[in-house]
């Protein structure tokens, strides 16, 4: 099973600059919960935007997940990380392996575009903020393509300094 996962502004914005818009702890415990122990998929831009590695190279693997980066860079390495040069490559890996299992679409723009008609999920944090700055965007998500399953509303406090919301939607 593939999901996506990601945090969205109220005009669907991600990311400026190969970085995020906010600072949310919350946010960042929820994809931590989420994901812990599961595969994630993202962009090689996405790879780079998580640190500097032990190689002193741009691109940090996350902890406690298998970390899988997409990248059309046929020279492309790092220590860490599994390396797909196409989705139809990813995709036929995947099917050999445990179809229960749930494995996650971490960003960013490019990556959620390919992947969004192919996920059976979507987890979606919604900061209820605008971001005029904004340079990457999350593909809308159609009513008529999505069910809305959970929703869980956290208002703003002093770590967390917009309103957000917890949602799911699986394919309708
Ligand atoms: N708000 C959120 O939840 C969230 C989550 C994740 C990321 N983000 C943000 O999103 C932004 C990054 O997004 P982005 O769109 O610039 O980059 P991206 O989607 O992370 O990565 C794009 C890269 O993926 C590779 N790629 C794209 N299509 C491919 C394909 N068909 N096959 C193989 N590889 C492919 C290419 O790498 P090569 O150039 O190496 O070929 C491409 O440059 C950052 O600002 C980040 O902070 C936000």
């Given amino acids: ?14 990311g400026k600059k190969n970085d995020l818009l906010w600072n949310l702890p919350a946010d960042m415990k929820h994809f931590r919960d989420t994901t812990r122990g599961h595969t994630i ?20 693997t996350l902890p406690n997940r298998r970390n899988i ?3 059309q860079d046929p020279t492309f390495y790092r220590e860490g990380i599994e390396i797909f040069h196409s989705i139809e490559e990813l995709e036929n890996k995947l099917k050999t392996e445990n179809q229960n299992e749930e494995n996650f679409v971490i960003g960013g723009g490019m990556i959620y ?18 971001f005029s700055d904004a340079e990457v965007y999350f593909p809308i998500i159609e009513e008529t393509k999505w069910q809305k399953i ?3 509303k ?19």
């Fill in 41 to 60: 998929i993202m962009g090689q831009k996405t790879f780079e935007s998580l640190g500097i590695g032990p190689d002193g190279k741009l691109g940090k």
């Fill in 154 to 172: 956290h208002s703003k406090d002093d770590l967390n300094i917009y309103d957000i919301e917890f949602a799911e939607y699986i394919k309708k």
């Fill in 1 to 14: 099973m593939l999901s996506i996962i990601v945090a969205i502004g109220k005009n669907n914005e991600i």
């Fill in 113 to 130: 575009k390919l992947f969004i008609d192919r996920v059976d999920k979507l987890y979606i944090t919604h900061v209820d903020a605008s």
């Fill in 69 to 71: 980066v997409l990248t």
């Fill in 150 to 152: 959970r929703s869980e």
